[in-house]
Structure formats: C-alpha cells, structure tokens
C-alpha cells in the first residue's frame, strides 16, 4: 500500500470538490444590519471611528435600510441617540421619541424588513450609564421597571423584536410580561445574555454617544476571563423567556458562542462589534489586509462557531460580496 492511503487533499483539487464538502456557509440572509438614527432632517453624518457607518435623520434611515434589504439583508437592529438626557434616560421611552418616530416610518416603508429595537438607557442618561443610578451605584430593580418601558414603547411603534442590551438580572422575564400583558405576544426577545465589557466598544459609543461620564460597566457587563459565567447567563435569560440570544463582541469569544449554541436551545446570534469592524477597515485602509477576504473570513469564523445569525456593520457590503459571488 502506498504511503499515505488516506489523502484528505484529494477533496480539495477544485472549487465544485470543495463545495460540495464545505461545512459552513454564509449568506446575506444571515446578517443582520446596526443602524443609528438621530432626531432632524437632512442629516447624514459620518462616524470617523466607522468608516462607511453614519448617523442618519429618518428618511434617510428609511432609504439606507431600503437598500440593505434589497442587497438580501433581512434584518436591521436600530440603535438611536438623544441630545436631550436626564438621570432616568425618559428619552427612550418616549412616544415621540426618535427611535418610536423611525419605527413607525420603517414599518410602513419597509413592512417585510425585520426591525430589532436595542433596549438600553446609556444614550439617553446624562451619565451614561445603562440604568438608574442611586448612590454611585445602578439600581437593578428600578432599571428593569424603566427598560420594559423602553420594551412597550417599541412595540408599540411596530417592533418586530426587542433586544435589552443593558445586563441587568431580571430584565428578560419582566419585559417578556410586560409584553405580553399590554397585548405585545408575538414581539420576540433577543437578549444580549454574554455581554462582556470589552475594549472593541470604543466606535460605537461614539457613534451612540453612550460613553459613561465616570467609572465603568465592569458592575454588570461579564468578566473577559470568564465563560462559564456566561453560559449561567445565558440559560437564566432562556428561563425567563428570551426567544434567541447573543454573544457580544463575536470575534473574541467564539468559544463561548459554541457552548450558548450547544447548551441554549434557542438560536443564538453573535454580534461583531464596532471595534472589529474598525480594526478590518483600518488595516484595509493601510493596505494590510485584503478587506474583502478579511471581513468574510471573520464572519464564515462567527457562523463556523454556531452563530445562527450575525450582527455586524459589513451585513450590507458583505451581502453584496456575496450577491456578486453566487
């Protein structure tokens, strides 16, 4: 017998060989697209830490999402931004407010667009922290009231799904009531169970506003060392009824994105976040990295480690790679 008999190069000899034993994809229809919208008219406002990234009024946050999903985007996740901040962030359960004011236009624009509401209060507090502050400290209970407030008010407005994004305990099974009893059933929770508090959120707080004026979110984000953690809060979110969950940042944590989608039950999503979208884009820039291949490799990475679904700012380039791949 011939050394070696077993050659696993011969599957690998031509491109149609190698598809049919290819293990993962990725396809447009599993990205899913983060947009800021800002109060005004007119405003297209570029965020210099995310390139290709900006703020946008509502009309033309209605026709940038218009093009996201005609390159095959199914979904976007609306983050909005307040100049107006108090201690209690009353500006993201406001009515009126801007993110409400975008919703209604999306969903009568765009009815087919999935629309995915992140439910924080840190653009909207003048601390900038995620929740209610009493003594130095964030009030959890007072917090989980406020955010299923923040939950109707996006329902209401024509929210598809709710994603609290704020890491305190309790908060998926109360707005999971809240829901249900002010007549919001079929509005899922997509709950950012493994949120760590990560170095890659710098852009984005930019672009949000959201930094916090003193301390940090080492209180309620998770620990990078940790991921066992991470898995108890994942499966403490499902109990309370979260319908899907997320792993944020994605890239860095990919281990812990196998064991939500391993041990979860429910699909989990991962979120590639400002900071490695950034850091792609730069070094493309330097003529370091091929942007292209860089930012697919990472995200067929995500969706290799069980990620059903990924939020990521290349969703809409990517899709149109791979349009113009198929």
């Not at 800021?36 to 946050?61: C, N």
């Not at 940090?216 to 979110?237: F, T």
């Not at 994605?250 to 999503?269: F, H, I, M, N, S």
Request: proline share 4%.
């Amino acid at each position: 017998m011939s050394f070696p008999s077993t050659r696993l190069r011969r599957l690998r000899r031509t491109e149609s060989l190698r598809g049919l034993v290819r293990e993962n994809s990725l396809s447009p229809a599993d990205l899913v697209q983060p947009m800021f919208v800002v109060a005004g008219s007119g405003v297209r406002q570029p965020i210099d830490s995310m390139p290709g990234i900006d703020r946008l009024s509502i009309a033309e946050l209605v026709e940038e999402a218009g093009e996201v999903a005609g390159a095959g985007v199914p979904a976007i996740l609306l983050f909005g931004s307040s100049s107006e901040k108090d201690e209690a962030g009353s500006g993201a359960f406001d009515d009126e407010g801007v993110v409400q004011m975008a919703l209604r236009a999306l969903k009568e624009a765009l009815p087919d667009l999935v629309v995915i509401t992140d439910v924080c209060l840190c653009a909207y507090t003048d601390h900038g922290h995620c929740g209610f502050v009493r003594d130095g400290e964030i009030d959890n209970d007072v917090t989980v009231e406020l955010l299923s407030k923040v939950a109707i008010s996006h329902a209401e407005a024509g929210a598809d799904v709710v994603a609290p994004s704020d890491m305190m305990d309790g908060r998926v099974g109360s707005i999971r009531y809240q829901l249900d009893e002010e007549g919001h059933p079929g509005v899922a929770i997509l709950s950012y169970a493994a949120k760590y508090r990560s170095a890659f959120y710098g852009p984005f707080r930019d672009a949000a506003d959201s930094a916090p004026a003193s301390g940090d979110r080492a209180g309620h984000q998770l620990d990078p060392a940790n991921a066992d953690e991470a898995v108890r809060e994942v499966m403490l979110d499902v109990e309370e009824g979260a319908d899907a969950v997320m792993v944020k940042p994605a890239g860095y944590y990919l281990d812990v994105v196998r064991r939500a989608k391993d041990e979860a039950g429910v699909p989990v999503a991962a979120y590639q976040v400002s900071g490695e979208y950034s850091a792609i884009k730069a070094a493309a820039d330097n003529g370091w990295l091929d942007e292209r291949a860089a930012a697919l490799e990472s995200l067929l990475s995500i969706r290799r480690s069980g990620a059903d679904f990924i939020v990521t700012y290349f969703a809409r380039q990517a899709a149109q790679w791979l349009g113009r791949d198929s």
